[in-house]
């Protein structure tokens, strides 16, 4: 039997638009939704499938998401033991004809790349979230990392 379809070709009792039956009020599945108590939704508030503590379905044996572990062979693990989308032998989605990242290739013009042709994050002209307020990489701060220790000790 096929499933009625609403004004969005979509399913009708899953449009967040027409309000469909298996939608609540914040416009999410209700059996996913956090703030209703889904029925997906453990007490460690996240989905049951995705819970360590409960025994996820999600989880292999090695305590990892199952479809990421290179011992379990998941299926997001290529032959090269990479992963499927960053695996440059295989060709992987993330990859672009350079050969490089796709969001960080300068030539591809990448997400990841400022309009001074710097990575975003790491652009002081662009107060790229990685530099500080001594106009340095934040991970390379003398002065950040002494305000950092000294902050952990405090606490």
């Known amino acids: 039997m096929k499933e009625k379809r609403c004004i969005h ?3 009708k009792r899953i449009c967040k638009n027409c309000g469909g039956t298996q939608i609540c009020i914040h416009k999410k599945y209700k059996s996913t939704c956090k703030e209703c108590d889904g029925s997906q939704i453990c007490i460690h508030n996240k989905r049951k499938s995705r819970c360590k503590e409960c025994g996820g379905g999600s989880f292999c044996i090695h305590k990892r998401i199952r479809s990421n572990c290179k011992e379990c062979k998941g299926s997001q693990i290529c032959i090269h033991e990479r992963f499927k989308s960053s695996c440059k032998k295989c060709g992987g989605g993330s990859i672009c004809i350079h050969q490089k990242y796709k969001s960080s290739c300068k030539e591809c013009g990448g997400g990841s790349i400022c309009i001074h042709n710097k990575i975003r ?3 002081k002209e662009c107060k790229g979230n990685q ?3 001594h106009n340095k990489i934040r991970s390379r701060c003398k002065e950040c990392i002494i305000i950092k220790e000294c ?3 405090l606490i």
């Open 9 to 11: 070709n979509k399913r």
């Open 121 to 123: 994050s790491r652009c």
């Open 131 to 133: 530099i500080c307020i």
């Open 151 to 153: 902050n952990n000790f």
